[in-house]
């Protein structure tokens, strides 16, 4: 059965500084997902990785993969107060393309 | 193009009753999964259902069921609540194509179910 592992739970960063999100998991995954959540919303699909050494960017976010490792990274670049939120990792499971094993999530907070 | 939709966003009900939860998907989207969110437990696979048929099922008691429409509209129903059930029930759709991308599962605004 796949779990999924993130870390930090929390993180509390100064705007403008970096930092990583990683994401473990525990035995093969198709493809690895990266959601954000805002406080009392719904998820919001970030990043889908599909292959071992996909990396993909958006604005200050950026998403790799590395199957070998079985670890995923979020990299947060210049953080801003708008990335404050809860930022979900996900894998498929059980061979599904649609059964989706999520991380406990990351609380992230951007202070000024 | 329109999101997934979820009714009610709200309910509150009591133990020993049952509760219907809808979800319309994305225009075109055939897959339709149900996660239930929890502060302890994080979130939760329920079910898919694709077609009208259920294709995958989470680990969740025989008092969850769900069951998809010919439009791909899709219900869950959760019969003799627990105070354990409150939760967030967020439910996703996916284009369910052939490449990685259509696998990608876009989640609706959720109901939150609070039982007392």
Redesign the interface.
């Not at chain 2, 994080?42 to 696979?45: D, E, N, P, V």
């Not at chain 2, 696998?103 to 959720?110: H, I, K």
């Given at each position: 059965e796949l779990k999924v592992e993130q870390n930090p739970l929390f993180l509390s960063m100064q705007e403008g500084k970096n930092y990583t999100i990683y994401c473990n998991y525990s035995t093969t995954s198709d493809r690895l997902y990266w959601y954000r959540q805002d406080p009392g919303k719904s998820l919001e699909s970030l990043f889908v990785l599909l292959s071992n050494g996909a990396v993909k960017q958006e604005g200050r976010l950026m998403a790799s993969l590395d199957t070998k490792a079985r670890l995923s990274t979020l990299h947060i670049t210049a953080a801003v107060h708008d990335l404050s939120a809860t930022y979900f990792c996900a894998g498929n499971s059980g061979g599904s393309n649609y059964k989706l094993t999520f991380g406990k999530g990351t609380l992230l907070t951007v202070n000024p | 193009k329109a999101g997934v939709t979820q009714t009610p966003r709200y309910l509150i009900k009591t133990r020993g009753q049952q509760v219907t939860l809808s979800c319309s998907p994305i225009s075109g989207h055939r897959?339709v999964?149900w996660?239930q969110q929890t502060p302890g437990q994080?979130?939760?696979?329920l079910f898919?259902y694709?077609s009208e048929t259920q294709?995958?099922k989470?680990n969740f008691p025989g008092r969850f069921s769900g069951r998809q429409f010919s439009n791909s509209r899709s219900e869950m129903n959760v019969s003799t609540l627990e105070l354990g059930d409150s939760a967030l029930y967020?439910c996703?759709s996916?284009l369910?194509g052939t490449s990685?991308?259509q696998?990608?599962?876009?989640?609706?605004?959720?109901t939150r179910l609070l039982v007392l």
């Open positions: - | 897959s999964s996660y994080g979130l939760q696979f898919e694709f294709r995958n989470g967020l996703a996916s369910s990685g991308y696998w990608t599962q876009y989640f609706g605004p959720g």
